[in-house]
Each structure stands twice: as structure tokens, then as C-alpha cells.
């Protein structure tokens, strides 16, 4: 059963619009979140991460947030350019290994 | 800059065949990964190691078996290849854990088996 969800397969956005990835996970043991992007015919790469003692990290255009109650993380991207058309995975840890969403497939039309 | 070289980027194999995936990274880290990659499902983790001659299941392992003799190399091994083994294959390694260290993945192996 998969721990970490991401329910939209896919997101379409206009160039310089907000893209919004959502993530849900079960586990309440996880304790540190991650969000990783990956272009075809490459392996992924780390995006941004957040530790659970936070609600909110920044990092330039991206802002992930993180509502524990509801269990559930969001990836902001603002404003959304051609070069962010990738697949992005949400993943979370509670120990030393990675539980990855299924990953939402972004892509930004000019 | 820290390189993943997997070996192949394209396999073919036929079911019953013992295969080979082999990864090498170059920035000495301690922890080395495979995982697959499957349309709806994402990234499965199927075997990890944190050290040398060490190996840990992951979610995935069955039908799977894993070598690290050195701690630059971590191999994967599908010991009797079967039509659902098909899949992209990714190697990763980190420095320590995700907290401190992301992992950083190889390009992949595309793996068919007819």
C-alpha cells in the first residue's frame, strides 16, 4: 500500500502562472519531506525538502508546504517557466529510506 | 559533482535469463539504492546498503538480489528474469541520510524482457 499519494497524474499551467503539486502521505511517522524532478531519459533530481518542525521552505521560485494535521504537502512554483516541464515526485522518510509518490507529470504551455 | 553511472541504458532479456545491473559512484558515499520505476506506482525501493558488504530489502525485493564488494559499485541482480521485472531501473547513492544528504540517481536502465 502506498504511504505517499500523489493524485494528479498530471498539470497543465501557462508559462508564468503558479503551479500547485499536491502530496498526501499516511505514515505519521515520517518526519522529513523531499520533492524531486525528473526530465525524460534522466534520473531524478532533488528539488527541495522540509523538515517536519517546519510549515514552509523556500528556495527561489519553488515553496514547498507542509500541514501535518492533514498529513498532506504542497509544492508551489512561482512563476512556472518552459524548463520546469518535468515529472515531479513527492517523497518522504521516517528513517533513513525514501518512500516516493507516484509522480505528477507538469507541463508549462507558453 | 557527483556522478551515478549505471551501466546500460537499454536492456533486452529473455525470461528465465540471470541479469546483471551494475552502478558505480564516484563521491565515496556510504549509502547506495536501487529502485524501479513504474508508471502509477513511482519509485519502489527494492534493495539498499549502507556499507560494504551490506544489504538491507527493501519494499520490492523479491526476485531481486543485490552485491556491494566494493563501496563504489553496487550491483542487481534478477536471478531468473520474468515478464513483470520489466521496468526502468534507477540507481542512487547519498552521503548519509535524507535529512543531510539527498540522493542523487543514475540516468537508468530500461529493462524489457520478452
Known amino acids: 500500500d502506498q504511504q505517499v499519494k500523489q493524485n494528479s497524474p498530471s498539470l497543465s499551467v501557462q508559462e508564468g502562472r503558479i503551479s500547485i503539486l499536491n502530496c498526501d502521505y499516511t505514515n505519521s511517522m515520517f518526519d522529513y519531506f523531499l520533492w524531486y524532478k525528473k526530465y525524460p531519459a534522466e534520473g531524478p533530481t532533488f528539488l527541495i525538502s522540509?523538515?517536519?518542525?517546519?510549515d514552509k521552505n523556500e528556495d527561489g521560485r519553488f515553496t514547498v508546504f507542509l500541514n501535518k494535521s492533514a498529513k498532506h504537502l504542497s509544492l508551489h512554483i512561482v512563476p512556472s517557466q518552459p524548463g520546469d516541464s518535468a515529472v515531479y515526485f513527492c517523497?518522504?522518510?521516517?528513517?533513513?529510506?525514501?518512500?516516493f509518490g507516484a509522480g505528477t507529470q507538469v507541463v508549462v504551455t507558453p | 559533482d557527483v556522478k551515478v553511472t549505471q551501466s546500460s541504458r537499454y536492456l533486452v532479456k529473455r525470461t528465465g535469463e540471470k541479469v546483471f545491473l551494475e552502478c558505480v559512484q564516484d563521491m565515496d558515499h556510504e549509502n547506495m539504492f536501487w529502485y524501479r520505476q513504474d508508471p502509477g506506482l513511482g519509485l519502489r525501493l527494492i534493495y539498499f546498503s549502507y556499507d560494504v558488504k551490506m544489504k538491507e530489502k527493501g519494499d520490492i525485493p523479491e526476485g531481486y538480489s543485490v552485491s556491494r564488494e566494493k563501496k563504489e559499485r553496487f550491483s542487481l541482480i534478477l536471478e531468473s528474469a520474468s515478464t513483470n521485472q520489466t521496468s526502468m531501473y534507477l540507481c542512487?547513492?547519498?552521503?548519509?541520510?535524507?535529512?543531510?544528504?539527498?540522493?542523487?540517481f543514475g540516468n537508468g536502465t530500461r529493462l524489457t524482457v520478452t
Open positions: 542512487a547513492s547519498s552521503f548519509s541520510g535524507p535529512k543531510s544528504s539527498p540522493l542523487h
Open positions: 517523497a518522504a522518510s521516517a528513517d533513513r529510506k525514501l518512500q
Open positions: 522540509i523538515s517536519s518542525i517546519k
